[in-house]
């Protein structure tokens, strides 16, 4: 019979009997909401011929209802222990991939239709995501600091904008499931929690992500400073050549990133990309 992962009390005695206790250093909250982890799954709209990616099963709540509604479930656990847990527990019916979801080849794991799920660790959330970004799943559904859902959120001219922000716009549309309270993971982190659902679109752009990403980066890499100074910096090129390049694009070089909309960047993308190649 399937433990009740969903009960404090529960993992808690789980851990205990495996030895084991939430590493810091892996950002292990485990999720102890019946409630939460449905909405989740209900989230990832499964059926039986999916393929869904979890990245940090941990013990193996979510995983659970995962190989109950799926016959492809594949996990990225790098927790060794953990990961030795799970492979006893769920045999055949999970493939487990032991280690860091940071140097994993998302696209190969995923293929071109796999779905995607994961509570993120906060310490790594960043970067993680952009990952996912770039590997474009058709639907994501992730667990992320409240900060984080944010800024995937933002508008142009808004605090939060940045880097994340435009390249979230490039790959998907954003839908918030809701949010989850810190008292409703073992152990309880120190800031709020989000679900959301990103749909991977087509982008409606000129350049493509290696062309749009660095302009981006360069953009939001000095917040403080005007476009002009941020991308000869941040692209270390000439400020006459970031000056041109905003000229062409219609843009003001006195501006700053978070100002830009998504087809600023990308006429912005496309302009430095032009001249990079009559050099």
């Known amino acids: 019979m399937e433990p009740k992962l969903t009960s404090p009390s529960v993992v808690r005695g789980v851990l205990q009997e495996l030895g084991l206790h939430p590493k810091k250093r892996f950002g292990q909250h485990f ?26 099963p941990g013990l193996g709540a979510l995983t659970q209802r995962l190989v109950e509604l799926c016959r492809d479930v594949r996990a990225i656990e790098i927790d060794k222990a953990l990961a030795a847990h799970l492979r006893e527990h769920f045999g055949d019916a999970l493939a487990l991939y032991e ?3 940071l140097e994993v080849d998302l696209p190969q794991l995923l ?10 660790p906060y310490n790594i959330s960043t970067p993680l995501v952009v990952r996912i970004l770039e590997a474009a799943p058709p639907l994501a559904v992730l ?13 142009p001219g808004t605090p939060e904008r940045g880097a994340l922000s435009v390249l979230r716009e490039f790959s998907a549309d954003i839908e918030t499931i809701g949010r989850v309270g810190a008292q409703l993971f073992y152990p309880p982190p120190q800031v709020g929690s989000t679900v959301i ?17 660095p302009v981006v980066r360069a953009a939001f890499g000095f917040r403080r400073k005007t476009l002009e100074r941020a991308l000869a910096e941040g692209l270390g090129i000439a400020r006459e ?22 087809l600023e960047f990308d006429r912005l993308a496309v302009g430095l990309a032009a001249a990079e190649a009559v050099q």
Not at 111 to 120: E, Q, S, W
Not at 143 to 155: D, K, N, P, S
Not at 197 to 213: C, D, F, K
Request: hydrophobic residues 45%; glycine residues 10%.
């Open 31 to 56: 999720l102890v909401d019946f409630h939460a982890r449905e909405r989740i799954v209900d989230a990832l709209e499964l059926s039986p011929a999916d393929r869904v990616v979890e990245i940090g």
């Open 99 to 101: 280690g860091d979801a």
């Open 111 to 120: 293929g071109p239709t796999g779905k995607l799920v994961g509570n993120l």
């Open 143 to 155: 667990m992320l600091q409240t900060e984080v859902a944010q800024r995937l959120a933002a508008a």
């Open 197 to 213: 659902r990103l749909r991977a679109h087509s982008p409606q752009t000129r350049s493509g992500w290696a062309e749009i990403r």
């Open 241 to 262: 050549r970031a000056a041109a390049a905003l000229l062409a694009a219609g843009i003001d070089g006195g501006r700053r990133g978070e100002t830009l909309s998504l």
